[in-house]
């Protein structure tokens, strides 16, 4: 295993003039090419979703509010993005003068009302970003985990850790936050940009910590960190080591979480040691959590909170927006449960009920954040908030019991419209339909009898069942239809190389080459397609270019003169039984060979009128698949964006691997890189003739084809995104009990 300490030069004190290891400026360059990139999206999609609120306000103070902040954008987007990459460059010559980075003061002294609101702005900006950096630190935790190893081991004598390494998610996100000071925003408005870097470039982190992996082991830095892991007694890189043989796994391949059962005594114990905490520190790692045990008040008992909850699930409606629902949460229904009422006073709950309203909150706080699902099914399963918590504080094995029919039923939704996409019309969706039915019903029916659950279960298998039995129909025609186009277009590959090598350095009568690149290249592909390139009739159709061309040059001496004469009849022959295969009528066919004939006369003959000889034209090379002037680029004659696409191609060798690797029948989430659009789609097959990848949608049809090494740099990019098809309750059980358990390890206040 090579060290790199000899890359290491001895530079001045100060740790921006020294000059970066090549394999950490490596790093950093293939890094900050993908995160700006991603940047770039962020600010488009900014551009497009202020338009798209100016344009839907209520009000004109709104309305001025969102157009102010597109323009905003739009004037400082070159100076966010420059120092956002000032940023990121920084970090990592402070991590190589070993300097780590100190977190910036904020001013909480004074008692001038008139800063109370900046106040505010700074702490729920603060609140935002630490979201952020705790859900990507969790996303992403095995490949950071593995980065932090080889940069340390890449640098030694200078410990690495989450606190320095410029890659990690806190201070990608506080750099962004820092590099936005120059935009005049509105709190609201900064909110909104915060959100979309979430979701557009914080959640591609682990794209991120691949390619800076990637570039480290093909290096030689740490292929299996488990040697050094152990090494490191006592430990300086605070996290569980995963799986060792797993660079970019995390990347390509969805964590299935089955089953994921808890027993309600052990959440009881988890939430009793969060509570330790200040509220300041548990809104900030736990966003919204609330202490309803804490509640000035008499208790409210647990069979009064469920006949409230009853008249509450009534008179939810099935139009809420997502906004909305987020807007009308468990808490928030909660909230106007327990606060005074008239004469009535403010209501507190036993403490049990309490941990299982916040968990339940924070299971659809979840569902509404879950990139996998599309926004109209978070919006349709987040309005079984109500049915859920009763059932939770009904029975408290609930969270212990993988079989539970309401669980069941949640999976289920989440699986079918895994494929949904923004192109779905959900007025004429029937799958849409018969969620919002399910949904609307339970909320109608459900008391306290699980069978409805059981019930509308059984009927979403059905329809499931009958809408996969037509899709599979038509994704194995999608897939004949597409093999069948890829043969063809092996075929014609195959026939344009061959014809192309024979005559790229000879000159024929027009009539002869036309000929060669219309006609007889349609017969090499028929021959292709019918019996390969191994086959006696390829081989005699491809000897055929050879003979005509042979015999298409003045020939001079006596001997070859006498071997014209032999070959020519059976040469005419050969093309006639040719030409009656491939020509449109028997007409054509005839006038086509007595051409050929009369031309190969002409030039043996004793006539002055001899054809002109001249080599392939231009368009003749384009249609056998040639363009004149194609070579690469250099380095230096290339534009900015097509080496940042350099950039990307030398660094796909894992991810083609992982293409390869990749099963059958897994949901990506696909961005056009021109449009923004998002299209979900599923890998139906691969086609070995062409080295292609099909994608179809949820009804079978054909939605995308890539190239093997195009699909690769995709994944890398993050363009192409695994979607995880595990079941949505256990992911979004084990997420929340990994918060929690997070949050039960850190230091407590002194």
Not at 364 to 371: A, Q, R
Request: charged share 25%.
């Amino acid at each position: 295993m090579k060290k790199e300490s000899d890359l290491i030069k001895a530079v001045p004190n100060d740790g921006r003039q020294r000059n970066l290891p090549v394999l950490l400026r490596q790093t950093k360059d293939s890094t900050i090419s993908i995160l700006l990139a991603h940047l770039e999206n962020l600010f488009s999609a900014c551009d497009d979703l202020f338009f798209d609120l100016s344009s839907r306000s209520v009000s004109n103070t709104e309305q001025n509010l969102y157009f102010e902040s597109m323009r905003e954008i739009r004037l400082q987007k070159e100076g966010v993005i420059a120092a956002f990459r000032a940023e990121i460059e920084g970090g990592f010559h402070n991590l190589l003068a070993n300097v780590t980075p100190q977190k910036k003061p904020t001013d909480n002294d004074g008692e001038n009302s008139s800063l109370s609101l900046v106040k505010n702005d700074v702490l729920e900006q603060d609140v935002a970003v630490t979201s952020m950096v705790n859900k990507a630190r969790i996303n992403c935790q095995e490949s950071l985990y593995h980065l932090n190893l080889r940069l340390d081991y890449l640098l030694p004598g200078i410990t690495v850790t989450e606190k320095n390494n410029p890659l990690d998610p806190h201070q990608i996100c506080h750099y962004f936050a820092d590099a936005c000071q120059c935009l005049d925003l509105n709190i609201k408005a900064r909110i909104i940009v915060l959100k979309q870097f979430d979701r557009l470039v914080v959640s591609t982190l682990t794209t991120v910590y691949a390619a800076a992996n990637a570039v480290l082991v093909e290096a030689g830095i740490l292929p299996d960190t488990r040697e050094y892991a152990k090494s490191k007694s006592g430990g300086k890189i605070q996290a569980p080591p995963p799986a060792p043989d797993k660079v970019v796994s995390d990347v390509l391949s969805p964590q299935i979480q089955q089953n994921v059962e808890v027993e309600f005594a052990e959440l009881g114990r988890l939430f009793a040691s969060i509570r330790q905490y200040s509220p300041d520190v548990l809104a900030r790692v736990i966003p919204n959590y609330t202490p309803y045990a804490s509640n000035p008040g008499p208790v409210l008992q647990n069979q009064e909170l469920l006949q409230r909850l009853n008249a509450n699930q009534h008179m939810s409606t099935p139009q809420l927006s997502d906004a909305e629902l987020k807007l009308n949460g468990i808490r928030n229904i909660i909230d106007d449960i327990l606060s005074s009422h008239g004469q009535e006073p403010e209501r507190a709950l036993h403490q049990p009920d309490d941990d299982v309203i916040n968990l339940v909150a924070m299971f659809f706080d979840f569902v509404l954040d879950d990139k996998n699902l599309p926004l109209p099914v978070q919006a349709l399963i987040s309005r079984l908030q109500i049915p859920v918590l009763k059932i939770a504080l009904h029975d408290k094995a609930f969270f212990s019991d993988g079989s539970h029919p309401t669980r069941k039923l949640i999976n289920a939704i989440a699986n079918a419209s895994i494929g949904w996409d923004d192109s779905s019309q959900l007025e004429k969706d029937r799958l849409y339909d018969v969620i919002t039915k399910i949904t609307h019903d339970i909320n109608e029916q459900y008391e306290d009898d699980d069978n409805v659950f059981t019930a509308k279960y059984n009927e979403l298998q059905l329809f499931i069942e009958q809408t996969e039995r037509r899709s599979s129909v038509v994704e194995k025609r999608t897939e004949q239809l597409a093999e069948g186009q890829a043969k063809t277009n092996q075929a014609k590959r195959m026939a344009q190389r061959a014809m192309f090598e024979k005559l790229k350095s000879t000159s024929l009568p027009e009539v002869i080459s036309q000929f060669l690149t219309e006609h007889w290249l349609s017969y090499l592909v028929m021959t292709h397609l019918k019996h390969g390139d191994e086959s006696p009739e390829w081989i005699d159709a491809t000897q055929l270019i050879d003979d005509l061309s042979w015999a298409s040059q003045k020939q001079t001496d006596a001997k070859s003169l006498e071997r014209l004469e032999k070959i020519r009849p059976a040469l005419l022959t050969r093309i006639g039984a040719s030409l009656e295969t491939i020509s449109a009528t028997p007409e054509e066919a005839t006038d086509t060979l007595a051409t050929i004939e009369q031309t190969l006369r002409l030039l043996h003959g004793a006539s002055t009128d001899t054809p002109e000889i001249r080599p392939l034209t231009a368009e003749q090379a384009r249609n056998l698949g040639h363009t004149p002037g194609s070579g690469s680029k250099s380095w230096k004659d290339m534009t900015g964006v097509e080496r940042q696409q350099a950039r990307y191609k030398q660094l796909t060798y894992d991810f083609i691997r992982k293409a390869e690797e990749l099963p059958l029948q897994t949901w990506l989430s696909y961005v056009d890189n021109k449009t923004g659009k998002i299209t979900r789609c599923k890998l139906a097959s691969r086609i070995e003739q062409t080295d292609t990848y099909v994608f179809v949608n949820r009804f079978g049809f054909r939605a995308l084809e890539k190239q093997r090494k195009d699909f690769a740099v995709d994944l890398q990019a993050g363009r192409a995104a695994i979607l995880d098809s595990g079941q949505l309750f256990d992911r979004a059980l084990s997420n929340v009990l990994a918060r929690l358990n997070s949050t039960s390890k850190l230091p407590t206040e002194k």
